[in-house]
């Protein structure tokens, strides 16, 4: 069965500091991997996805994440964030036509 | 691109009682999900819907059940509500069994 494990619960940051969310999931076969951003009230919103290919995905609003197969890892990164990127981030990861599994999600927090 | 849209935005009903959600999917978009998404947590799915046919279902129980029509749009229905039942209700279309998904913006279900 599949899993995903966020490893940071909250991340505290300051505006214009880089900031990395670490992802680790588990699967026995080959997955999808995906970022969602969720602001207050809302939904989720699709950040980016690796599907195949190169390893690292650019998204959108300047987020990136680097797929590492043998860590079973898809971390995601920005090298400087405002204040309008504090929201809650969950990773996710899919097995072919089946279910998305998600992480329990990490609360990024930036501060002036 | 019209979105997912869902109805009510907010709920609340009574321990024992029915509920039913409506969703509408992204157009051109064959395959919905939903998920539960309880305060503090990651979106746990609770099944899947593709051209009207389940293919895919959580551990929840006999007493959520869905439907997907002809038009692709969704209902979610959970018969003899409990307390524990009380979360966000997502409902999220994706183009393609392996793409990421649209969600909407959620029904806030409490029960009482």
């Known amino acids: 069965a599949q899993s995903v494990t966020q490893l940071d619960s909250q991340v505290p940051v300051f505006e214009e500091a880089p900031v990395e969310l670490r992802c680790n999931y588990s699967?026995?076969?080959?997955?999808?991997l995906f970022w969602y951003v969720q602001y207050p009230n809302q939904g989720l919103q699709l950040l980016l996805k690796?599907?195949?290919?190169?390893?690292l995905v650019k998204g959108i609003n300047g987020f990136e994440a680097e797929f590492n197969k043998s860590q079973t890892s898809f971390h995601l990164r920005k090298p400087s964030v405002h204040i309008s990127d504090t929201a809650e981030y969950f990773c996710?990861?899919?097995?072919?036509?089946?279910?998305?599994?998600f992480g329990d999600g990490t609360t990024l927090t930036v501060k002036p | 691109e019209t979105g997912v849209t869902q109805s009510p935005t907010h709920l609340i009903k009574t321990r024992g009682q029915q509920v039913t959600l409506r969703c509408s999917s992204q157009?051109?978009?064959?395959?919905v999900s939903w998920y539960q998404q309880a305060l503090g947590q990651g979106p746990q799915f609770i099944f899947q819907?593709?051209?009207?046919?389940?293919?895919g279902r959580g551990n929840f129980p006999p007493r959520f059940s869905g439907l997907q029509f002809p038009n692709y749009s969704s209902e979610l229905n959970v018969n003899a509500l409990e307390l524990d039942d009380s979360a966000l209700y997502l409902c999220?279309?994706?183009?393609?069994?392996?793409?990421?998904?649209?969600f909407g913006s959620g029904t806030r279900l409490t029960v009482v």
């Open positions: 999220a279309s994706s183009l393609e069994q392996w793409s990421g998904y649209t």
């Open positions: 699967s026995s076969v080959s997955v999808y």
């Open positions: 690796y599907l195949s290919g190169s390893t």
């Open positions: 996710a990861v899919k097995e072919d036509a089946g279910k998305s599994t």
């Open positions: 157009s051109g978009h064959n395959t």
């Open positions: 819907y593709y051209r009207e046919e389940e293919n």
